[in-house]
């Protein structure tokens, strides 16, 4: 009964970090897609920041998912998601 519970909660971590890391690997596909000019425009921090930030948090995801760093990326990505690419989503290339 204990090692099922285990399992459990660790395939229940497993999909949670997969989760995390697909949506950061997202947020870089999305950054780099928007021209570099958008963000200036928006007033938004420049394209390789986010791309930076989509990235370091990918790799955070990816190594440590569930620890005090991971949720201030999940916050920057958040970020990312809520405010900066709607903003630039409209602009083309």
Do not use: H
């Amino acid at each position: 009964m204990i090692n099922d519970l285990s399992t459990t909660w660790g395939m229940v971590q497993l999909g949670i970090q997969a989760a995390l890391v697909v949506w950061a690997l997202v947020g870089i596909v999305f950054a780099a897609l928007a021209p570099a000019s958008a963000y200036s425009i928006e007033g938004k921090w420049p394209k390789p920041a986010w791309i930076g930030i989509c990235a370091g948090s990918a790799l955070l995801f990816a190594i440590w998912p569930l620890g005090i760093f991971s949720i201030i990326a999940m916050v920057a990505v958040g970020v990312f998601f809520a405010d900066v690419r709607p903003a630039v989503r409209g602009y083309r290339r």
